[in-house]
């Protein structure tokens, strides 16, 4: 997150060279912005029930979230996945990927998990009180890990994008004859305003 502060340059072609310490690289992208942070919350406790797979996989896409009172110009900086919890029956089954305006940016889940379980990956359903996970997941069908919970995760990669884009969370469901739900999703868009 490094900030080069220029005003008033004139007009013409300008570049950025950047020195990885003792050959360190990392990846950039390079906007242009006022410097000032807003943030915009978007949340859906409703339930909504994954299609199964049959000849294809089933697959559910969120409705496109919106974030409100974003002003036209402004540019992420992050994407913070407040939660996200998904209550299945063999969370081996799917694919969880957030796109953002129709383009996959980040997958978090990837058919994981040891005999319908989640093998306590990466994923916080194991420690979780905000999801309807852990234990919690145990009750609802009587095998604890039965649920993919992510809360509190940032994804810098959403960085640069439009502000007022579309972001879609697609689970695909690969075999037939498990069932489940999205239960909950909260997500806060971090972005600098113009």
């Not at 080069?4 to 990392?26: C, I, K, P």
């Not at 950039?28 to 912005?33: A, L, T």
């Not at 909504?48 to 002003?71: K, Q, S």
Request: aromatic letters at 10%; charged letters at 25%.
């Amino acid at each position: 997150n490094e900030i080069l502060e220029e005003e008033n340059l004139a007009a013409g072609n300008y570049a950025a060279r950047v020195y990885g310490f003792n050959g360190s690289q990392n990846g950039y992208k390079i906007f242009r912005s006022s410097g000032n942070l807003q943030t915009s919350e978007f949340r859906d406790n409703d339930d909504y029930e994954l299609p199964d797979a049959e000849m294809m996989p089933g697959v559910y896409p969120t409705p496109a979230i919106n974030f409100p009172n974003v002003p036209l110009g402004s540019v992420v900086h992050k994407l913070k996945l407040k939660q996200l919890d998904i209550n299945h029956s063999c969370v081996g089954d799917l694919e969880v990927t957030i796109l953002w305006d129709g383009v996959p940016v980040r997958r978090l889940w990837n058919r994981d998990g040891d005999n319908c379980l989640d093998g306590a990956l990466d994923d916080d359903s194991t420690f979780s009180l905000g999801c309807i996970g852990g234990v919690g997941a145990a009750s609802w069908n009587r095998r604890l890990g039965n649920d993919i919970c992510f809360e509190n995760r940032d994804y810098l990669e959403f960085a640069g994008l439009d502000a007022q884009g579309d972001l879609t969370v697609e689970i695909k469901d690969y075999t037939n004859d498990n069932t489940g739900s999205l239960v909950n999703v909260q997500f806060d868009l971090e972005y600098f305003i113009p």
